[in-house]
């Protein structure tokens, strides 16, 4: 029974570390609203610029962090095109900035070239919040992953994600590992977000467990540690629900 009960605050605590991802052209902003509402309080909405407003509007007093997707789907490796997407979205008064890594120029072996973006996109985005998502399950090489991440702390990124989510990426807590290994030697302040394969408590529950056992339970907040994942949120929901149920 106290396995149990831990199980349901570990639950209750992940709703709060939640990013639920709307990358559609077009979004019914109040249905969001709705969906997100009966949910519970989650930490953030991925998006596009254009939703920013309308979901602002409909959750009213009291929405979750709206982040900006841009660079997106495949990173590409042009800072003009992609400067000019996130002053569009500044524009929109996006809350954060998640900005798809171009890892094809990483392996192309032009990691300088690549820095040299961050560092720009770093300096476009001010005080914003600026996450990278590297697409770890696309760079797939241990040595491809841990210098995307080392970039991404250089440049001053403030989190750093494991993938956008798009073609079922396969995440793993190797993968993670090397990651979690990079912010802790350069600098634990940077945030990690992980967008699980499984997409389901058990899996999250041991990514949970590994930020902890490296960086500690008060370092675990939706400003340094964000989950992902389809279904995540219904697997948490229906333990929740057998809790409500006893």
Request: contains cysteine; negative net charge.
């Amino acid at each position: 029974m106290e396995a149990e009960t831990l199980k349901i605050k570990v639950a209750q605590k992940m709703i709060g570390l939640i990013d639920l991802p709307y990358l559609f052209l077009n979004l019914d902003a109040q249905k969001v609203a709705q969906e997100v509402t009966t949910i519970g309080p989650i930490a953030s909405i991925t998006t596009f610029a254009q939703h920013v407003a309308p979901l602002r509007e409909a959750f009213g007093d009291n929405p979750p962090t709206l982040s900006c997707i841009i660079n997106y789907p495949n990173g590409p490796f042009n800072t003009y095109n992609a400067t000019q997407e996130m002053k569009q979205a500044l524009e929109a008064g996006t809350d954060e900035i998640d900005l798809v890594f171009p890892y094809q120029a990483l392996v192309n072996r032009q990691a300088g070239l690549c820095l040299k973006f961050l560092n720009t996109m770093r300096e476009t985005a001010g005080d914003t919040p600026l996450k990278l998502t590297i697409e770890a399950g696309i760079l797939q090489d241990a040595k491809w992953i841990r210098k995307a991440t080392e970039l991404a702390v250089r440049s001053g990124m403030n989190v750093v994600k494991t993938a956008s989510g798009r073609n079922r990426q396969q995440i793993t807590l190797t993968m993670v590992q090397m990651m979690l290994t990079v912010i802790e030697d350069m600098n634990p302040e940077t945030g990690i977000h992980i967008v699980t394969t499984n997409n389901n408590f058990t899996e999250a529950s041991q990514y949970l467990e590994e930020v902890i056992s490296r960086l500690g339970t008060s370092w675990v907040d939706a400003s340094h540690f964000r989950l992902s994942g389809p279904n995540l949120v219904s697997s948490i929901s229906e333990l929740l629900a057998k809790d409500h149920a006893i």
